[in-house]
């Protein structure tokens, strides 16, 4: 079964960068799609993007390229980054295996944006 | 950007009652080469992720009960619950994975009568 530990700052203030991390255990990295979906509080989902081992990084172009996704097959493990955060980056942060749909998601992650 | 619209935005079901979700993409998103609708339904309750109970537009994942079912192909698609239960109240995606940017229905909340 996989599953998906994620974690990360929770309040950031304006122009700084987000930066989450979800560990892998049940998977290999290797071996899948990773990809991070935000959800902003009493709203619907957005996915932010996609990597995969020795595969393209797909990003949403809603980002406007604030947004680093990574893997670290040594620890199992993949991260986000989105720089630059506003009030509107203020969201529930989930992680996810992309095996075409998404099947397993980490249990999320609020980050709120304030000053 | 595939957009996806789901109808209605929320309904109140009887217990025992079936239970219809719109969705529609703004283009097909049957693919050609292997005949396949890349159209996924989620469920989401308070405070958790959502879990996956149909892809490929129609196959159920595994442990979901069989009154959940999904149809369609091309550009209009369906979920069905047969016969709600109290624990079906929660809100319900739609999701295309034909291109990216992946995207999702703006969700339907269904709620007990």
């Known amino acids: 079964q996989v599953q998906l530990q994620q974690w990360g700052a929770g309040l950031l203030k304006p122009s700084e960068t987000l930066s989450l991390t979800c560990a892998v255990s049940g998977a290999s990295l290797s071996d899948d799609y990773w990809s991070w979906i935000r959800q902003p509080p009493g709203k619907g989902l957005e996915w932010l993007g996609e990597?995969?081992?020795?595969?393209?990084?797909t990003y949403n172009p809603s980002l406007m390229g604030r947004v680093i996704m990574s893997l670290d097959t040594s620890k199992n493990h993949f991260s986000l980054e989105l720089m630059s955060v506003t009030a509107a980056d203020t969201a529930v942060y989930y992680c996810?295996?992309?095996?075409?749909?998404?099947?397993?998601w980490g249990r999320g992650t609020l980050v709120t944006v304030s000053s | 950007d595939i957009v996806m619209t789901q109808s209605p935005d929320s309904l109140a079901v009887s217990l025992g009652e079936r239970a219809t979700i719109n969705c529609k993409s703004s283009q097909s998103v049957l693919h050609s080469s292997n005949n396949k609708n890349y159209l996924a339904w989620y469920q989401q309750k308070p405070r958790q992720p959502p879990k996956v109970l149909i892809y490929w537009a129609s196959t159920r994942e595994s442990g979901v009960p069989d009154r959940f079912s999904g149809g369609g192909s091309g550009t209009d698609f369906t979920l069905t619950i047969s016969s709600l239960q109290a624990e079906d109240a929660a809100v319900y995606y739609c999701?295309?994975?034909?291109?990216?940017?992946?995207?999702f229905g703006q969700g339907t909340k269904v709620e007990i009568k």
């Open positions: 996810a295996r992309e095996v075409d749909h998404f099947d397993s």
């Open positions: 990597t995969i081992l020795g595969g393209t990084t």
């Open positions: 999701q295309q994975y034909y291109s990216a940017p992946r995207t």
